[in-house]
């Protein structure tokens, strides 16, 4: 019975301690991402990046975000050379739900590095957090994004991970 008790109170202490940088937090992670395009005929690309994303907590389980990244479009053949840049400015919601789970969606521009061409992008996904330290955290998140200008859209689904700070 005693283990048990002790057992429980590790648990709930390790709950309480992991709820420090999950959940509707203030914080900022640094992140790696890697991307593959939705559209038809377009299974030779891949996108890969990084980005840091800025979360500032308005409600118990909900955090305005912002981020700032920047992804290279390349070939996967190795007789296509050069990639495409593009900067991405985004803002938009985090709501926490489940603890470590959220679902996230932001709005904001793209431009293409060569070019200069601006483009609308929005970004609906879902992810994880997991707490490492005190003040710390590993964010692994799923999403569909798309950018479109004009009546031309492209889209991709994009897995990032991230290291998350405390603030």
Known sequence: MKKLLLIAHVVCFR?????????????????AEVGLLTDQGTQNLLLA????????????????????GYLSLFSTQKDVPGSIGYTSIKAGGKYYFGGNFYAAGEVGATIQREGGIGLFAFSPGLGASFSVAEKSSLDFGLRYENWSKDSNSNGFIALRAAYAFGL
């Open 15 to 31: 709950m309480a301690a992991s709820a420090q940088t999950q959940g509707a937090v203030q914080k900022l992670s640094v992140g």
């Open 49 to 68: 990046g990084g980005s840091v994303f800025y979360e500032h907590p308005i409600a118990k389980s909900f955090n305005l975000t912002g981020s700032i």
